[in-house]
Structures are given as C-alpha cells and as structure tokens.
T-cell receptor, first 114, second 114 residues
Framework: AQSVTQPDIHITVSEGASLELRCNYSYGATPYLFWYVQSPGQGLQLLLKYFSGDTLVQGIKGFEAEFKRSQSSFNLRKPSVHWSDAAEYFCAVAVSGGYQKVTFGTGTKLQVIP | SAVISQKPSRDICQRGTSLTIQCQVDSQVTMMFWYRQQPGQSLTLIATANQGSEATYESGFVIDKFPISRPNLTFSTLTVSNMSPEDSSIYLC???????????FGAGSRLTVL
C-alpha cells in the first residue's frame, strides 16, 4: 500500500522568505501526487498535481512542486511567502486513477511571521 | 470543478445522540467519499458511496456507526451514530472530479461531542 510522509509538523517562515515543504511517498509505480491546502475552518483546496510528464509542476497561488523519482519526493515550494499562506498543507498520493485510495500525509502547519 | 456544499458546517452534540451530515454536489458524480479528520490528524477515508449500491467501508469503520445514504448522483448523507467524545472531528465530503482528475472537497462539518 502507498504511504506519504511529511516530516515537518510545523514550519515558521518570515513573510517574503522562500518556503519548501517536504513530502516523501512510498509506492511501487509512478503515483499520482497532490498538494492540498487547508485554511482554518475551510475544506481542502487543491494547489497542484502531478500525473506524468514535466517533473516541475506549477500550481495556484504561486506554488510549485518538483517530482523526484530517485528520492521518492514531491516537495512544495514558493519563492516568497505571503501572510495569507498561513495554513496547513497536505501531500497526498493516489494509485493511478484510483481516487478512492488517496492517502494523505499528516500535514505541515505553516506559520508566517511579519 | 465541482462545487460541494456540506451541512451543518459545525455542531455541538451530546453523547449518545446521532447527527446526519449532508453533502450536495452541483453536478452528477459517480463516486462520493467521506473522510474524517480528527484533531491534529490527517484525513482518513471512512467510506466510498456509489449511487444505487451499498457504501464500501474502510477498515475500522462500520455501517452501524456511520450509515451512509446515496439516493442520487448529486447527494449523500453520513450519519454519526451514538456519538462519543472520540467522534469529535471534522467530517469532509469529497467527490472525484473527473474533469480535473482530482478529489474536490467540501468545507467540512466540524463536530464536537460533549
């Protein structure tokens, strides 16, 4: 079965600083990979996804993520963080086309300080 | 992408009672998913609901505790029965948004059991 590890439970960055959130997955084949964001009191919003092709994917709100097969990683990045980015971020993995078997990581809570 | 409405957005309930959460989608979808997010935890899939058939429950979740209805292609309900404080969670409805090939989530129903 697939699994997802987000090693950082909580990260604090200054507004305007760069951000990288780590995600490692375990799955035999090439998985479908996702990053979601959950703002306080909100549901999950998709930031970006990777299915195949270019390993650097662009998402909404200025986020990007890079798929590295050799490292089984799918890290999320943003060059300059805004205060409104404070939220919880979840990495997720799915078996190709099997949306009923999406596995989520434990999440990374991002705090942005002025 | 699909737009999902969940009701109630939050509720406070007494131990031993039951609560039904409604999920309405603005388009017809084949699969609907119910997730639980316990405080400080990631998302765990409770069950998959297909229209016209019994819901499929994940390990650790049973129909007597979490009965699900799926009367048509745009609507589903999840009931949390005989609630205890351990059921205090956010319950999220999700659909497979085939147009975007991702899971789309409702805003969630925050349940507190006293």
């Amino acid at each position: 079965a697939q699994s997802v590890t987000q090693p950082d439970i909580h990260i604090t960055v200054s507004e305007g600083a760069s951000l990288e959130l780590r995600c490692n997955y375990s799955y035999g084949a090439t998985p479908y990979l996702f990053w979601y964001v959950q703002s306080p009191g909100q549901g999950l919003q998709l930031l970006l996804k990777y299915f195949s092709g270019d390993t650097l994917v662009q998402g909404i709100k200025g986020f990007e993520a890079e798929f590295k097969r050799s490292q089984s990683s799918f890290n999320l990045r943003k060059p300059s963080v805004h205060w409104s980015d404070a939220a919880e971020y979840f990495c997720a993995v799915a078996v190709s086309g099997g949306y009923q078997k999406v596995t989520f990581g434990t999440g990374t809570k991002l705090q942005v300080i002025p | 992408s699909a737009v999902i409405s969940q009701k109630p957005s939050r509720d406070i309930c007494q131990r031993g009672t039951s609560l039904t959460i409604q999920c309405q989608v603005d388009s017809q979808v084949t699969m609907m998913f119910w997730y639980r997010q316990q405080p400080g935890q990631s998302l765990t899939l409770i069950a998959t609901a297909n229209q016209g058939s019994e819901a499929t429950y994940e390990s650790g979740f049973v129909i007597d505790k979490f009965p699900i209805s799926r009367p048509n292609l745009t609507f589903s309900t999840l009931t949390v029965s005989n609630m205890s404080p351990e059921d205090s969670s956010i319950y999220l409805c999700s659909v497979e948004d085939s147009g975007a090939n991702v899971l789309t989530f409702g805003a969630g129903s925050r349940l507190t059991v006293l």
